[in-house]
């Protein structure tokens, strides 16, 4: 705990956000240790301070990639209900013929996934004629491997509705694979939010459990602005329900307690 406390700051993260999965990254640490035959974690501090390029690799080790389908019911309820009712009509008052979300720090898939499976089979009526196309990105090569495979255990899927279950997955060798209707209009780029963005603008982002949760203040501050510069006047931003926006951030809360704003026409 007290390397970390030391070695977050530096890598611009901040321990608030690591306490809940603090062992997951100490045992990374550890299995690190012992690939370089350091006996101890004052070594490998020591280490760092020889060897520059091995923050690098401490700054993959505190990649955190828990994720599940339909995570937070209630935010995935809302994006299809109201948010994509919405602006999908914005999309076509500019006679375009889809609306564009990312989904950024996407792990396996589960999040982007869910909100298609969201717009296609949700209580809501997806609007003729307007599609929606999803953009994922994570830095992990390895986990966005695993997105394009679509296939998850029965654990990544229990939150979802069972008529969601039956209708968009196969059992195959025992885990559930998403059929081919159900993963069409999601692309995976690898990509770290820090250093690249898309180069196009998005009426959707979802920034979830991520950026507001790890990063330090001032990294907030800076991706929040990168961002919102790639968000349309009008369109949904998303956070996680227990994180908090920067102050002075000039989002408009559309459901706050759910983490959902939008950025003035």
Avoid at 119 to 131: A, D, F, K, N
Avoid at 163 to 177: E, K, L
Wanted: with cysteine; proline share 6%; net charge positive.
């Amino acid at each position: 705990m007290t390397f970390l406390q030391w070695a977050l700051p530096r890598l611009h993260l901040r321990w608030p956000g690591f306490r809940r999965v603090r062992r997951q990254v100490c045992r990374r640490v550890d299995a690190r240790m012992r690939a370089l035959h350091l006996t101890d974690i004052d070594a490998y501090r020591a280490h760092l301070e020889r060897r520059p390029d091995e923050w690098a690799i401490l700054d993959g080790l505190c990649r955190i990639t828990i994720s599940v389908f339909y995570r937070d019911k209630a935010v995935f309820d809302f994006l299809a209900d109201a948010v994509l009712p919405a602006l999908s009509q914005q999309a076509r008052e500019r006679h375009e013929p889809s609306m564009r979300a990312w989904s950024i720090g996407c792990a396996s898939g589960e999040e982007p996934y869910t909100l298609l499976l969201a717009w296609r089979l949700g209580r809501s009526v997806p609007m003729p004629g307007i599609g929606l196309d999803i953009l994922a990105t994570d830095v992990d090569a390895t986990v966005l491997q695993r997105a394009a495979t679509a296939c998850y255990p029965s654990s990544s899927i229990k939150l979802l509705p069972p008529a969601w279950s039956a209708a968009a997955f196969d059992r195959i060798d025992g885990r559930y694979c998403l059929r081919e209707p159900y993963r069409t209009g999601v692309r995976f780029e690898r990509q770290d939010v820090r250093t690249a963005l898309p180069d196009r603008r998005f009426d959707l982002i979802l920034c979830r459990n991520l950026a507001f949760t790890y990063f330090d203040a001032a990294l907030q501050r800076e991706t929040l602005g990168r961002l919102l510069a790639r968000l349309r006047p009008g369109g949904a931003f998303v956070i996680g329900r227990r994180e908090a926006l920067p102050e002075g951030s000039h989002l408009a809360a559309w459901r706050g307690d759910l983490g959902v704003y939008r950025l003035p026409p």
